[in-house]
């Protein structure tokens, strides 16, 4: 059987694509992504997911190499992780009562076959109204605030309420991989098929 690679270091990817129950191996890209263009978020994530996959593809002959980036739009603009909890609380400001959407590039190679397929998934989201509290409780509870580029975590704390409902992957937001989307893709780059 090929092996398969992630190109992130990513405790959620990690996690979330074990779920397929599939073996596979991460391996940082260390991939300069300011080298992207960032005025449309589609091309950003198709081309940082290819970035990436190449990267890591180099040392690999005979695997499947798999690469991802995500990002989040919002009014127009794609939107940088806050540097600090002043910046993160102002976006949760303007997040709330608003809808945003989640885009994640996938890029996979098959090195041995010298395959290649790529997507990109988005998935709408509708934050409900948050209340400055909530928004102070979670900041102050989780050192982690930076968390998908938006300043919450849709996975841990109370910040898990602040998402109202979304239109797309959920596992895309849950951890920017989506995994019905990645089932497809490795079947269609060779993945099972001698």
Known sequence: MTRIILATTSPY????????GIDFETEGSKVDESQAERN??????????????EAVARNHPNAIVIGMDSVTYFNG????????KEEA?????????NNHQFYTGIYMI????????????KTEVFMRNLSAKEI?????EDPHFNTYALGYDPIKHCSASFVK?????????????PLEVMVEMLSEIGYGKR
């Open 110 to 121: 098959n090195t041995s076959l010298n395959k290649t397929t790529s997507k990109v998934v």
């Open 40 to 53: 449309n978020p589609e091309e950003l994530v198709k081309q940082l997911s290819k970035l990436k996959t």
């Open 89 to 97: 609380c102002q976006r949760l400001k303007s997040l709330s009562g």
């Open 13 to 20: 990817r990690r996690e979330i694509f074990g779920y397929l």
């Open 77 to 84: 603009q794609i939107l940088e992780k806050p540097k600090s």
């Open 165 to 177: 409902r979304i239109e797309g992957s959920y596992y895309n937001l849950l951890g920017g991989i």
């Open 136 to 140: 102070n409780k979670y900041l102050d």
